[in-house]
T-cell receptor
Framework: DVKVTQSSRYLVKRTGEKVFLECVQDMDHENMFWYRQDPGLGLRLIYF???????EKGDIPEGYSVSREKKERFSLILESASTNQTSMYLC??????????????FGAGTRLSVL | GENVEQHPSTLSVQEGDSAVIKCTYS??????FPWYKQELGKRPQLIID?????GEKKDQRIAVTLNKTAKHFSLHITETQPEDSAVYFC?????????????FGKGTLLTVNP
């Protein structure tokens, strides 16, 4: 059974703080994703990674960066948190290119509040 | 890039009725269409998917249909039950190529009233 674990369920941070959201998967998946979920806006892709140290911007990368030093871990970084980054953040992983499947497995989410 | 439109945004049905959620996509190269269900406070989970070489797929009370010509696909839930209440997301992707991203619709909140 695929397990995608996000380190925190709830986080409260101050404006201007540097924030790290961590995600770990245990199924040797090649691809990892960070989404932001807001009511009425669905799941919007922030960044994704298709290999260690490789990353690509998604649809809303502004204000975020990512790090993937190891295959199983993908971190989302808010360099200077702002109130408009208050949201639910979801991490996901999928097997890899050429495997014939794009099925994504999601973590439980981190609800971030920036005050 | 790909754009996925999903309708309706909310849907309320009586227990036992059927529910239909529709999605359209813009990129004719998309060939993989999954549906995810997200119960309140839970993570999204895949419930059914379809590839472009198939027109319909069924799994017990849920089915998905695909019309490649019109670029739309639909989720059908029959004999709805209260536990079907959730947000449902459709998505589109190009499977097997270099593009492994999923583009999601904005979601449909389904409420099944007992």
């Amino acid at each position: 059974d695929v397990k995608v674990t996000q380190s925190s369920r709830y986080l409260v941070k101050r404006t201007g703080e540097k924030v790290f959201l961590e995600c770990v998967q245990d199924m040797d998946h090649e691809n990892m994703f960070w989404y932001r979920q807001d009511p009425g806006l669905g799941l919007r892709l922030i960044y994704f990674s298709y290999d260690v140290k490789m990353k690509e911007k998604g649809d809303i990368p502004e204000g975020y960066s990512v790090s993937r030093e190891k295959k199983e871990r993908f971190s989302l970084i808010l360099e200077s948190a702002s109130t408009n980054q208050t949201s639910m953040y979801l991490c996901a992983s999928s097997l890899g290119i050429g495997t014939g499947t794009n099925i994504q497995y999601f973590g439980a989410g981190t609800r971030l509040s920036v005050l | 890039g790909e754009n996925v439109e999903q309708h309706p945004s909310t849907l309320s049905v009586q227990e036992g009725d059927s529910a239909v959620i529709k999605c359209t996509y813009s990129d004719s190269a998309s060939n993989y269409f999954p549906w995810y269900k997200q119960e309140l406070g839970k993570r999204p989970q895949l419930i059914i998917d379809i590839r472009s070489n198939v027109g319909e797929k069924k799994d017990q009370r849920i089915a998905v249909t695909l019309n490649k010509t019109a670029k739309h696909f639909s989720l059908h839930i029959t004999e709805t039950q209260p536990e079907d209440s959730a947000v449902y997301f459709c998505a589109a992707s190009i499977s097997g190529g270099s593009n492994y991203k999923l583009t999601f619709g904005k979601g449909t909140l389904l409420t099944v009233n007992p």
